[in-house]
């Protein structure tokens, strides 16, 4: 199956601080998704990102489908930002699970 | 428009006993997948269900089973449970193909 691998695995940061999130995927995807677990367990959804560039307030994201990567991108962080950050994908033909990376751990201290 | 809902949200059970979790999918979704998370881990498929059909099973074992309604609700059935089926199981709707939408999961405990 398709490998997700997310980088780095943990992140401690100043709040103010900008960070970037890396996901690197082994094959051709259909659909790309960044999600933030909250400390219930719940998937927020940050962004349907198959590829291109996006931005939602203080958080973007960009996927280049073609070398198999995307990039989240947290400016001026915040404690509320803490958290574990999830990369999946889906690859389509027939195949419409979605493969999670391991995670981003991120830490924000005030 | 209703988001995605899991109940219950915690159980224990016994190990050998049986479980059934219940997904409510989002208003206009016809797609349901369950994932399974370990502590520390990311999510796992287990299998999805599209149109009361199931479209592609992971890796678990038949012990695990499922359901798709009419209404795209969805149940995740569990037989045997064992020590290791203890983790946090999702629940995500979506159109065919499209976005997925994650419910605030079940916790369940198998001791």
């Known amino acids: 199956g398709i490998q997700v691998e997310q980088s780095p695995p943990d992140l401690i940061l100043q709040e103010g601080a900008n960070s970037t999130l890396r996901c690197n995927f082994s094959?051709?995807?259909?659909?790309l998704q960044w999600f933030h677990q909250n400390p219930w367990g719940q998937l927020i959804n940050l962004f349907y990102?198959?590829?291109g560039t996006k931005q939602n307030g203080r958080l973007s994201a960009t996927t280049v489908a073609t070398e198999r990567y995307s990039l989240l991108y947290i400016s001026s962080s915040q404690t509320t930002d803490s958290g574990v950050y999830f990369c999946?994908?889906?690859?389509?033909?027939?195949?419409?699970?979605?493969?999670f990376g391991a995670g981003t751990t991120v830490t924000v201290r005030a | 428009e209703t988001g995605v809902t899991q109940s219950p949200t915690h159980l224990i059970k016994t190990r050998g006993q049986q479980v059934t979790l219940r997904c409510s999918s989002q208003?206009?979704?016809?797609?349901v997948s369950w994932y399974q998370q370990a502590l520390g881990q990311g999510p796992q498929f287990i299998f999805q269900?599209?149109?009361?059909?199931?479209?592609g099973r992971g890796n678990l074992p038949p012990r695990f089973s499922g359901l798709q309604f009419p209404n795209y609700s969805s149940e995740l059935n569990v037989n045997a449970l064992e020590l290791d089926d203890s983790a946090l199981y999702l629940c995500?709707?979506?159109?065919?193909?499209?976005?997925?939408?994650f419910g605030q999961g079940t916790r369940l405990t198998v001791v």
């Open positions: 208003s206009g979704h016809n797609t």
């Open positions: 999946a994908v889906e690859r389509g033909a027939n195949d419409y699970k979605l493969s």
């Open positions: 990102i198959p590829s």
């Open positions: 269900y599209y149109r009361e059909e199931e479209n």
């Open positions: 094959d051709s995807v259909n659909n």
């Open positions: 995500a709707s979506s159109l065919w193909n499209t976005e997925a939408f």
